[in-house]
Nanobody, 122 residues
Framework: QVQLVESGGGLVQAGGSLRLSCAAS????????MGWFRQAPGKERAYVAA????????YYADSVKGRFTISRDNAKNTLYLQMNGLQPEDTDVYYC???????????????WGQGTQVTVSS
């Protein structure tokens, strides 16, 4: 089974950018659809973006469309989330997830990382 470790979070000013990475190990990365989710304290985990096994198909939540870009490098077993134009409402813990289908549904993913904190100051 695959293990996932996120990195790249931090503190950034509004309008700034961050790139999150999710390193996968212990499984065949290219056999998994991948997703990014985010969660604030006391709230449900929310879908951000998803990408198919090959990277040829991507989906985005309306709130991040045009600002965030999901991508993957199957040769490096790594998933990315480029976040531009960050706003204070993007402050959350961001999680990567692996599953069998490309989906916006939390329940479609069976493997999760530990999360990385993104904080956007105004």
């Amino acid at each position: 089974q695959v293990q996932l470790v996120e990195s790249g979070g931090g503190l950034v000013q509004a309008g700034g950018s961050l790139r999150l990475s999710c390193a996968a190990s212990g499984g065949t990365f290219s056999s998994y659809a991948m997703g990014w989710f985010r969660q604030a304290p006391g709230k449900e985990r929310a879908y951000v973006a998803a990408i198919s096994r090959s990277g040829g198909t991507t989906y985005y939540a309306d709130s991040v469309k045009g600002r965030f870009t999901i991508s993957r490098d199957n040769a490096k077993n790594t998933l990315y989330l480029q976040m531009n134009g960050l706003q204070p409402e993007d402050t959350d813990v961001y999680y990567c997830a692996a599953g069998q289908v490309t989906s916006i549904r939390y329940s479609s993913y069976g493997y999760w990382g530990q999360g990385t904190q993104v904080t956007v100051s105004s």
